[in-house]
């Protein structure tokens, strides 16, 4: 079992940065495959990035290559997102997730087995 809590959340400008993190728990956390997705009002929820559990290998989402970045600190059983260079959007509620098994391309949320309850990130023009 994993719990997984998210902070970081809040408003800024376009242009601006937020660093998301996600806390887990659980004896395991470094077997697990990390993504964070996000859902913005009356969309469905949508793939982010994922990193594997060693953290050597990342995936993004197309729209946000060269602007997000996301690891993490098995010592710690965390993982970051850090989000650069913000637009509008981006604003959505935002959500960590472990797997426990890794697909190819790691991007469906089926594909996740534990959830945060998820944190907000709005960004104004």
């Known amino acids: 079992q994993v719990q997984l809590v998210e902070s970081g959340g809040g408003l800024v400008q376009a242009g601006g940065s937020l660093r998301l993190s996600c806390a887990a728990s659980?004896?395991?956390?470094?077997?697990?495959?990390m993504g964070w997705f996000r859902q913005a009002p009356g969309k469905e929820r949508e793939f982010v990035t994922s990193?594997?559990?060693?953290?050597?290998?990342?995936y993004y989402v197309d729209s946000v290559k060269g602007r997000f970045t996301i690891s993490r600190d098995n010592a710690r059983k965390t993982v970051d997102l850090q989000m650069d260079s913000l637009k509008p959007e981006d604003s959505a509620v935002y959500y960590c997730?472990?797997?426990?098994?890794?697909?190819?391309?790691?991007?469906?949320?089926?594909?996740?087995?534990?959830w945060g309850q998820g944190t907000q990130v709005t960004v104004s023009a």
């Open positions: 990193i594997t559990g060693s953290g050597g290998s990342q």
């Open positions: 997730a472990a797997a426990f098994r890794y697909y190819s391309p790691p991007n469906s949320p089926g594909q996740y087995d534990y």
């Open positions: 659980g004896r395991t956390f470094s077997n697990y495959i």
